[in-house]
């Protein structure tokens, strides 16, 4: 894993990304993660799809990820997660990760997800974590690198080519819609 420093919008520093798309980088294709909330407990968490960008996401042209295979429909069909809920989606108490918000980072040669995790009765939020991987199908576990009561982590590359999509070395991390930490990668993966 990374080595990541965090820093706060004056002098903290710690060590150590509803859904988010990425353009495939060699191909020319969309990437979206999305929730699957139905089904038994081990088909839950958060899965992933794709699409060639020049179909726009067009019923019948998105094709979700399905136990190693790219060819189930995008509305209707099974999912593999990739992000799998620990517990159900329903109460009393739900833990699982969700909303990943997807980046791929130059510095690292990765891709890089900042989680939500809800944790607790009332989908109580346990904090932002981050996962890396290679291929955006195979993650590391994700590890909480922020303790916030928000939703939604956003990133946005701070190099001459940063995006939502696109980071390198540093990036600014919004949670929430509001940034106050800087995210700097300290070693490549």
Not at 38 to 63: L, N
Not at 77 to 97: N, R
Not at 130 to 156: A, C, G, H, M
Request: overall charge positive; hydrophobic content about 35%; glycine content about 12%.
């Amino acid at each position: 894993m990374p080595s990541i420093a965090t820093t706060r919008m004056a002098t903290s520093w710690a060590e150590k990304v509803t859904s988010a798309s990425l353009s495939g980088r060699k191909r020319r294709t969309s990437t979206s993660y999305s929730p699957l909330i139905a089904g038994p407990s081990p088909s839950k968490g958060s899965g992933i799809a794709r699409g060639r960008i020049e179909d726009k996401g067009q019923p019948g042209t998105v094709f979700k990820y399905y136990r190693g295979q790219w060819d189930r429909p995008g509305l209707t069909g099974k999912s593999t997660p990739l992000f799998p809920a620990i517990t159900g989606w329903k109460g009393p108490y739900v833990k699982a990760f969700w909303g990943p918000s997807v980046h791929w980072n130059s510095f690292l040669k990765a891709y890089v997800a900042l989680l939500n995790q809800a944790h607790g009765e009332n989908w109580t939020q346990g904090g932002i974590y981050i996962s890396f991987s290679k291929d955006l199908l195979n993650w590391t576990t994700p590890e909480r690198i922020l303790t916030s009561n928000d939703w939604y982590p956003q990133v946005l590359g701070l190099g001459p080519t940063g995006t939502d999509s696109v980071a390198d070395k540093y990036l600014r991390l919004y949670v929430g819609g509001v940034s106050t930490t800087v995210l700097e990668f300290l070693t490549p993966g």
